[in-house]
């Protein structure tokens, strides 16, 4: 079974607003990582976050850790339409890493 | 610095034929994986290295055969494909194991088994 889950499933926004996705995990981490995928690409790393952290910023990206929750989001603001991706949360359990099955975001312009 | 390469792009097979997929990397990362990816879904690790001469198998390894002689190259060997294997096959390297370096990904193999 998935040990990431991201949540919901796809999203469609228009540009400017600000989206949200979410990932839960079940069994306890060390860090959390979010990639990005354009259609038909490789994965992209977008940022890491580590057990001890909160919350960590990059550009318009800001991540939180909720371990207590077994829980992170993504959130990215003033979306823009080259935002239009599938994201990812990947988590490690014993230096194997493990993804979810996505979140599709798209951002019409 | 070329990242992660992979070859080929694309790839038809019939059933029972067997073949390699490429992966080379040129920097210098110990880590590397395969994964595989079918339709609307997330990524599978199907084998991994953490050096030269060290393998171990992953989420899915079955039907899937890897070797490392080299820190730069790790081929993935489809011994006897079969239609469940059609997917898109991504190769990654980190100087770290898995969760603890971002991961580099290549741009895929797109695998039919006929």
């Known amino acids: 079974s998935q040990q990431g889950e991201e949540d919901p499933q796809a999203l469609s926004i228009q540009e400017g607003e600000n989206a949200t996705m979410n990932c839960s995990y079940k069994t306890s981490i060390n860090n959390l990582q979010w990639y990005r995928q354009n259609s038909g690409r490789g994965l992209v790393h977008l940022i890491l976050i580590r057990s001890n952290e909160r919350e960590k910023h990059s550009g318009r990206l800001r991540v939180t850790l909720d371990t207590s929750k077994k829980s992170s989001s993504l959130l990215i603001t003033a979306s823009r339409a080259a935002d239009t991706a599938s994201y990812f949360c990947?988590?490690?359990?014993?230096?194997?890493?493990?993804f979810g099955d996505g979140t599709t975001l798209t951002v019409k312009p | 610095n070329a990242g992660v390469t992979q070859t080929p792009k694309f790839q038809v097979l019939k059933t029972g034929q067997s073949m390699t997929l490429q992966c080379a990397q040129d920097m210098n990362h110990e880590y590397m994986s395969w994964y595989r990816q079918d339709p609307g879904m997330g990524l599978r690790l199907i084998h991994y290295?953490?050096?030269?001469?060290?393998?171990d198998q992953g989420e899915v390894p079955n039907g899937y055969n890897v070797s490392r002689s080299t820190t730069e190259d790790f081929p993935l060997r489809l011994l006897s494909a079969a239609p469940s294997q059609t997917s898109v096959y991504f190769c990654?390297?980190?100087?770290?194991?898995?969760?603890?370096?971002?991961?580099?990904f290549g741009p895929g193999t797109r695998l039919t088994v006929l």
């Open positions: 290295s953490v050096g030269a001469g060290i393998t």
């Open positions: 990947a988590t490690d359990i014993a230096g194997k890493s493990t």
């Open positions: 990654a390297s980190s100087y770290s194991i898995g969760g603890e370096a971002e991961q580099f």
